[in-house]
Protein backbone atom coordinates (compact mmCIF):
# COMPACT_ATOMS: atom_id res chain seq x y z
CA UNK A 1 0.00 0.00 0.00
CA UNK A 2 1.69 3.13 -1.05
CA UNK A 3 1.33 6.28 1.96
CA UNK A 4 2.47 9.82 1.35
CA UNK A 5 2.76 12.05 4.58
CA UNK A 6 3.68 15.56 4.04
CA UNK A 7 4.92 17.66 6.89
CA UNK A 8 6.69 21.07 7.61
CA UNK A 9 3.91 23.52 6.32
CA UNK A 10 3.35 26.86 8.27
CA UNK A 11 3.17 30.40 8.51
CA UNK A 12 6.12 32.32 7.75
CA UNK A 13 7.24 35.63 6.46
CA UNK A 14 7.88 36.97 3.08
CA UNK A 15 11.72 36.05 2.77
CA UNK A 16 11.51 33.49 5.17
CA UNK A 17 12.40 29.62 4.24
CA UNK A 18 10.73 26.45 4.94
CA UNK A 19 11.31 22.53 4.13
CA UNK A 20 8.57 20.21 3.42
CA UNK A 21 9.11 16.56 3.84
CA UNK A 22 7.37 13.51 2.29
CA UNK A 23 7.80 10.52 4.21
CA UNK A 24 7.04 7.28 1.65
CA UNK A 25 5.71 3.96 2.47
CA UNK A 26 5.28 1.33 -0.33
CA UNK A 27 7.52 2.63 -3.10
CA UNK A 28 11.21 3.49 -3.22
CA UNK A 29 11.43 7.00 -3.93
CA UNK A 30 14.69 6.22 -5.78
CA UNK A 31 13.00 4.03 -8.45
CA UNK A 32 10.44 6.62 -9.13
CA UNK A 33 9.23 10.33 -10.21
CA UNK A 34 8.28 12.00 -7.29
CA UNK A 35 6.67 15.44 -7.69
CA UNK A 36 5.85 18.59 -5.10
CA UNK A 37 2.48 20.16 -6.24
CA UNK A 38 0.49 23.08 -5.10
CA UNK A 39 -3.05 24.39 -5.16
CA UNK A 40 -4.24 27.67 -4.44
CA UNK A 41 -7.69 28.32 -3.28
CA UNK A 42 -9.69 29.10 -6.85
CA UNK A 43 -6.92 27.20 -8.58
CA UNK A 44 -6.24 24.54 -10.37
CA UNK A 45 -3.18 21.96 -8.45
CA UNK A 46 -0.09 22.57 -10.65
CA UNK A 47 3.67 21.07 -10.57
CA UNK A 48 5.98 22.40 -8.11
CA UNK A 49 9.02 20.34 -8.80
CA UNK A 50 9.56 16.75 -10.23
CA UNK A 51 12.70 14.60 -9.14
CA UNK A 52 13.35 11.31 -11.42
CA UNK A 53 14.68 8.33 -10.70
CA UNK A 54 18.21 9.51 -12.39
CA UNK A 55 17.97 12.56 -9.96
CA UNK A 56 17.16 14.75 -12.94
CA UNK A 57 15.40 17.96 -11.45
CA UNK A 58 12.62 19.90 -13.02
CA UNK A 59 11.26 23.05 -11.61
CA UNK A 60 8.19 25.28 -12.71
CA UNK A 61 9.16 28.81 -13.64
CA UNK A 62 8.06 30.30 -10.38
CA UNK A 63 9.73 28.60 -8.35
CA UNK A 64 13.46 28.16 -10.06
CA UNK A 65 15.98 29.58 -8.07
CA UNK A 66 14.39 29.40 -5.08
CA UNK A 67 12.92 25.95 -4.51
CA UNK A 68 15.16 22.63 -4.17
CA UNK A 69 13.87 19.46 -4.27
CA UNK A 70 15.36 16.35 -2.71
CA UNK A 71 14.78 12.93 -1.66
CA UNK A 72 17.02 10.80 1.12
CA UNK A 73 16.86 7.36 0.14
CA UNK A 74 17.61 5.66 3.80
CA UNK A 75 14.50 7.78 5.44
CA UNK A 76 12.82 7.03 1.88
CA UNK A 77 11.55 10.50 2.02
CA UNK A 78 11.41 13.56 -0.96
CA UNK A 79 11.96 17.02 0.78
CA UNK A 80 11.25 20.74 -0.84
CA UNK A 81 13.25 23.66 0.55
CA UNK A 82 11.69 26.48 -0.21
CA UNK A 83 13.35 30.08 0.19
CA UNK A 84 12.83 33.63 -0.84
CA UNK A 85 9.03 32.58 0.26
CA UNK A 86 6.68 35.07 -1.67
CA UNK A 87 2.68 35.61 -0.24
CA UNK A 88 1.50 33.59 -4.15
CA UNK A 89 3.73 30.78 -2.79
CA UNK A 90 0.70 30.32 -0.69
CA UNK A 91 -0.70 27.36 -0.96
CA UNK A 92 -1.39 23.56 -0.03
CA UNK A 93 1.38 21.25 -0.99
CA UNK A 94 1.00 17.72 -2.02
CA UNK A 95 3.88 15.18 -2.49
CA UNK A 96 2.85 12.76 -5.19
CA UNK A 97 3.82 9.63 -7.59
CA UNK A 98 2.73 8.30 -10.73
CA UNK A 99 2.70 4.62 -10.65
CA UNK A 100 1.65 2.45 -13.60
CA UNK A 101 -1.78 4.53 -14.07
CA UNK A 102 -2.35 5.44 -10.92
CA UNK A 103 -1.19 9.01 -9.16
CA UNK A 104 -0.78 8.54 -5.34
CA UNK A 105 -1.07 11.96 -3.03
CA UNK A 106 -0.57 12.58 0.27
CA UNK A 107 -2.83 14.62 2.26
CA UNK A 108 -0.64 18.24 2.09
CA UNK A 109 0.62 20.50 4.32
CA UNK A 110 -0.51 24.09 4.31
CA UNK A 111 2.03 26.93 3.15
CA UNK A 112 1.10 30.20 4.14
CA UNK A 113 3.37 33.52 3.67
CA UNK A 114 2.23 36.31 5.08
CA UNK A 115 3.41 39.97 3.58
Known amino acids: QVQLVESGGGLVQAGGSLRLSCAVS????????MGWYRQAPGKQRALVAR???????YYADSVKGRFTISRDSAKNTVYLQMNSLKPEDTAVYYC?????????WGQGTQVTVSS
Open 51 to 57: ITSSGTT
Open 26 to 33: GVIVSSHA
Open 96 to 104: NVLLLITNY
